[in-house]
């Protein structure tokens, strides 16, 4: 469904936020390029993190607390990249930005 919602996006003039991944296709890709390109709208993908261990045992704790305290919580994260990441087509300053 995410090429789906992405091309609905760019039709009604928005840029579109999509967890990942993106498309299940590689040859997708080139298409929502192409409506990128014809609508001047962006995609930006993110990695939806509810699902980590971590995330899932602070909000266990946190639900379990016999109090009606709030709580500000501060999260990192830090994805290594492999020797792979300089070799792909993510590691291209000119296709990624990084």
């Known amino acids: 469904m995410h ?3 992405i091309r609905f996006g760019f039709r009604i003039g928005a840029d579109v936020i999509c967890e990942k991944p993106v498309v299940l296709n590689p040859w997708n890709v080139d298409a929502l ?3 990128e390109k014809d609508t001047g709208k ?3 993908s993110i ?6 261990p971590a995330i899932s045992q602070l909000q266990n704790k946190i639900q ?13 994260y830090i994805t ?16 990624s930005g990084v």
């Open 3 to 5: 090429d789906a919602h």
């Open 33 to 35: 390029l192409e409506m």
């Open 42 to 44: 962006r995609v930006f």
């Open 47 to 52: 990695l939806q993190l509810r699902l980590h």
């Open 64 to 76: 379990s607390a016999k109090d009606d305290r709030r709580y500000t919580i501060q999260i990192n």
């Open 80 to 95: 290594p990249r492999g020797k792979w990441y300089n070799y792909s087509w993510k590691g291209s300053v000119d296709k």
